[in-house]
T-cell receptor
């Protein structure tokens, strides 16, 4: 079974520039998550999709971050304009169902995109 | 608000047993996950608890007490490759059942 694919793996940009990250979840997974992980911290949920609808984006800085999930499959996360504090690893994850409904349903993570804003 | 606490760092000896604790105070609970994350890599699933008690999977066991808002991950027969960050994550009810992580415990296994 192919895992969660993310690209690019690394990205360096200057502050005030824009950047986009792409995620292809595991086939058939209805739920997709974007997390931001700053060095030394746990992942922080930015946005959660159920199919192509947003179920939670309460921690997404909507003045600069946006995300979409076209046709309930692939997703993109965009930052415009970037700030120095956006330097982090951006992790995409997917799960077959909404979590907590059954054993054997966990979130699978991609390798992440390491963003450095200079 | 939500609060998930873990020790920041732990050190243990190869072959020994280590217990990593996690306490949580959340509004709504629908299960707790433990993930392992090696430096520069993606988190990988270790265990899931939704009912009180112990879940055992090989060298790894996880315990949950919902009344106490407490969980632990027990690693037996430690190996050098177990050096990693261990993330406790709680599933919060409502709004699609969000998976909320603690800050992680960096475990160092020494000879």
């Amino acid at each position: 079974e192919a895992g969660v694919a993310q690209s690019p793996r690394y990205k360096i940009i200057e502050k005030r520039q824009s950047v986009a990250f792409w995620c292809n979840p595991i086939s058939g997974h209805a739920t997709l998550y974007w997390y931001q992980q700053i060095l030394g911290q746990g992942p922080k949920l930015l946005i959660q999709f159920q199919n192509n609808g947003v179920v939670d984006d309460s921690q997404l800085p909507k003045d600069r971050f946006s995300a979409e999930r076209l046709k309930g499959v692939d997703s993109t996360l965009k930052i415009q304009p970037a700030k120095l504090e956006d330097s982090a690893v951006y992790l995409c994850a997917s799960s077959l169902h909404t979590l907590g409904r059954a054993w054997g349903t966990e979130a699978f993570f991609g390798q992440g995109t390491r963003l450095t804003v200079v | 608000g939500q609060n998930i606490d873990q020790p920041t760092e732990m050190t243990a000896t190869e072959g020994a047993i280590v217990q990593i604790n996690c306490t949580y105070q959340t509004s709504g609970f629908n299960g707790l996950f433990w993930y392992q994350q090696h430096a520069g890599e993606a988190p990988t699933f270790l265990s899931y608890n939704v009912l009180d008690g112990l879940e055992e999977k090989g060298r790894f066991s996880s315990f949950l007490s919902r009344s106490k808002g407490y969980s632990y991950l027990l690693l037996k027969e430690l190996q050098m490759k177990d050096s990693a960050s261990y993330l406790c994550a709680v599933v919060l009810t409502g709004g699609g059942n969000k998976l909320t992580f603690g800050t992680g415990t960096q475990l160092k296994v020494e000879l």
